[in-house]
């Protein structure tokens, strides 16, 4: 197929995850929540819990839709599944206390997130990228929403001070219903000349990828790299005011974790693609770890900064190359339930990891302990990574035990 066919699919996909749940919603949900809490007189902690709602339906339903996408396609899919977050944020609009509608709101975002969410891009941009399919798959599902997100915000910002935020809320799920619907329903076709061989000795079947020591592997990876990160994320600004940071130099630092993801996607991306090697994934799911130290060991706003930056590389980095490696390691044949089984789990990595850093630091009036014990998961999740090339279930070449599987699909893209 050509070029601007693979282009266009690329396009329209990247527009689907930048417009979709993790984007729009959570990217704008901080500014909403203050307005949101005050005009309801709710206090901060009732409108999370549509947070919470989110992430368990998403987890219990993406390996199901999962296997849905894998066997009639992903357009109508995800096209349904961004009407439904739509949906979900028109009904928030409209709500007065947390009632049925607020529920309902939050199950259709759950339900919505699940069927238009990263799993449905694996298949379909794997099967127009080979050469190039980490940093294809890294610019879907990790530039294309951190870009997004970090655009949201100030819009949204100013549409709640000049209109009130049930009406920011009905614009934005007007932008989610007509991109969305545009982009999914013209342009998400996979390749139809794409071949979908697993890798020698490994199954590539849901039923089967799940009995595997490699299954289980990118699974923890993911699970303890993502949600400990995003935990620590969470806490950052209260961990460094703790220590003497301004709030100001504290949000600043934020920023900078956060804007680094851009170049962490492209990077990380990039490097495997042309190395094709275990080790080159290992370095960036470790520069967190650096990230840590760094931070943990100064109060000073340039070093601070540097920290930042280094966690947030890893922790883009780790979002893009997982997908890519369920790829490689297990085909095309069902890439969307495999990778929904592991994004599934990690969702309740990410739900439960901030709340255990909270409780360490209640316990112990200390975020000193908890931030160990972020990185010692990092470090678990590194050390995984490192053991794919030796659980003994793909062929490599002679000495070369860090070598990534040859690629999952034929032709020349």
Request: aromatic letters at 8%; proline letters at 6%.
């Amino acid at each position: 197929m050509s070029s601007p066919k693979r282009l266009q699919v690329t396009i329209a996909a990247a527009l689907c995850m930048a417009v979709g749940m993790s984007a729009i919603f959570m990217g704008s949900f901080p500014v909403f929540l203050g307005p949101v809490s005050r005009d309801l007189a709710w206090g901060q902690a009732v409108f999370p819990q549509v947070i919470t709602v989110v992430s368990v339906c998403s987890a219990l339903l993406m390996p199901l839709t999962g296997r849905l996408i894998d066997r009639i396609g992903v357009r109508w899919p995800v096209a349904i599944g961004l009407a439904l977050v739509a949906l979900g944020m028109t009904l928030l609009s409209g709500v007065r206390q947390a009632d049925g509608l607020f529920w309902i709101a939050a199950i259709s975002l759950g339900m919505g997130a699940s069927l238009s969410g990263p799993p449905a891009f694996v298949g379909l941009m794997s099967s127009w990228y080979t050469g190039n399919r980490a940093l294809a798959l890294s610019i879907v599902l990790s530039l294309a929403p951190m870009c997004s997100q970090a655009a949201v915000a100030p819009a949204v910002q100013r549409l709640i001070t000049t209109m009130g935020w049930r009406e920011a809320y009905r614009i934005l799920a007007g932008v989610v219903l007509v991109l969305g619907l545009f982009a999914s329903l013209t342009s998400l076709r996979p390749n139809p000349t794409a071949v979908a061989p697993a890798p020698d000795r490994v199954k590539g079947t849901p039923r089967h990828a799940v009995r595997t020591g490699t299954f289980w592997l990118l699974a923890a990876a993911s699970c303890f790299s993502s949600g400990p990160l995003i935990g620590f994320s969470v806490h950052t600004v209260g961990w460094l005011t703790s220590r003497g940071v301004s709030p100001e130099t504290a949000s600043t630092i934020l920023s900078a974790l956060f804007l680094s993801g851009v170049a962490g996607a492209l990077l990380s991306g990039s490097a495997v693609d042309r190395t094709q090697s275990l080790r080159v994934v290992q370095i960036f799911f470790a520069l967190p770890l650096l990230g840590l130290a760094l931070m943990a060991s100064t109060t000073a706003t340039p070093l601070l900064l540097a920290g930042a930056a280094l966690i947030g590389f890893g922790m883009s980095a780790s979002t893009g190359l997982c997908p890519f490696l369920v790829t490689r390691y297990f085909g095309l044949k069902g890439p969307a339930e495999i990778f929904g089984f592991i994004l599934a789990l990690t969702m309740v990595a990410i739900g439960v990891a901030p709340v255990l850093i909270g409780l360490g630091f209640d316990s112990t009036g200390s975020y000193a302990d908890p931030i160990a014990a972020v990185a010692v998961a990092v470090a678990f999740s590194t050390l995984c990574i490192g053991l794919l090339d030796r659980v003994g279930i793909t062929k490599g070449k002679a000495g070369a035990e860090s070598q990534i599987p040859p690629l999952a699909s034929g032709g020349r893209q």
